[in-house]
Nanobody, 124 residues
Framework: QVNLVESGGGLVQAGGSLRLSCTAS????????MGWFRQAPGKEREFVAT????????YYADPVKGRFTISRDNTKNTVYLQMNSLKPEDTAVYYC?????????????????WGQGTQVTVSS
């Protein structure tokens, strides 16, 4: 059984920070790209950030570029999303996902394992 479990979500004021974590169990994802996606109420799931298998390559969606940082620790089978300067429009359920391949991708179809999500709410 492969599981991805997100944590670190919560309620924060605009301008604040949160750090999301996603820990994998069941098998190692050290050879997989990892991604973060989010879904706000009434909206489709959207790409946030991705990191390749080694952690040396990252890519961000324009709305979060310069504010969010994705990183990973393969020894802990964990990927992180540091979110700074949060805005109310960042409010969403955040999902981590493990990719089918080792290279980065913003295309959700390239990810075949998903966590259950963690709620992030940013108040104005």
């Amino acid at each position: 059984q492969v599981n991805l479990v997100e944590s670190g979500g919560g309620l924060v004021q605009a301008g604040g920070s949160l750090r999301l974590s996603c820990t994998a169990s069941g098998r190692t994802f050290a050879n997989s790209a990892m991604g973060w996606f989010r879904q706000a109420p009434g909206k489709e799931r959207e790409f946030v950030a991705t990191i390749n298998w080694s952690g040396q390559s990252t890519y961000y969606a324009d709305p979060v570029k310069g504010r969010f940082t994705i990183s990973r620790d393969n020894t802990k089978n964990t990927v992180y999303l540091q979110m700074n300067s949060l805005k109310p429009e960042d409010t969403a359920v955040y999902y981590c996902a493990a990719g089918r391949f080792g290279y980065i991708s913003s295309w959700y179809q390239q990810y075949d394992h998903w966590g259950q999500g963690t709620q992030v709410t940013v108040s104005s």
